[in-house]
């Protein structure tokens, strides 16, 4: 079994590999999957809102947002086999 710093690696790993500078990227939660198979890893990061341009009339106006994914990496081998939006307080998959 990979350890809990092995899935967080694996987890920025495939994460940055499939998008771009990511900004301010952070682990928000480690947990194992309900059978036990996968360690559920939820990062997080900003990125740009869709409609930023209320910083024209808003100068304290944030255009940021926080994206939250969670990763499910194979407790034996430490392959991420899933990518799922985060759900505030609900259970993504039984996986």
């Known amino acids: 079994m990979i350890s ?3 899935a967080i690696s694996s987890s920025l790993d495939f994460v940055n590999e499939i998008f771009d500078e990511l900004k301010n990227l ?3 939660e480690i947990e194992f999957s ?3 198979k996968f360690w559920k890893i939820t990062l997080g990061w ?3 809102k869709e409609d930023h341009s209320a910083i024209l009339a808003n100068p304290s106006y944030n255009p940021l947002k926080r994206t939250y994914k969670t990763f499910y990496v194979d407790k ?5 086999k899933k ?3 985060w759900k505030e307080n609900s259970e993504n998959s039984n996986i």
């Open 46 to 48: 900003e990125e740009l």
């Open 34 to 36: 309900n059978d036990d």
């Open 83 to 85: 990518m799922k939006n």
């Open 76 to 80: 034996e081998y430490g392959e991420v």
């Open 4 to 6: 809990t710093k092995q």
């Open 26 to 28: 952070k682990v928000e």
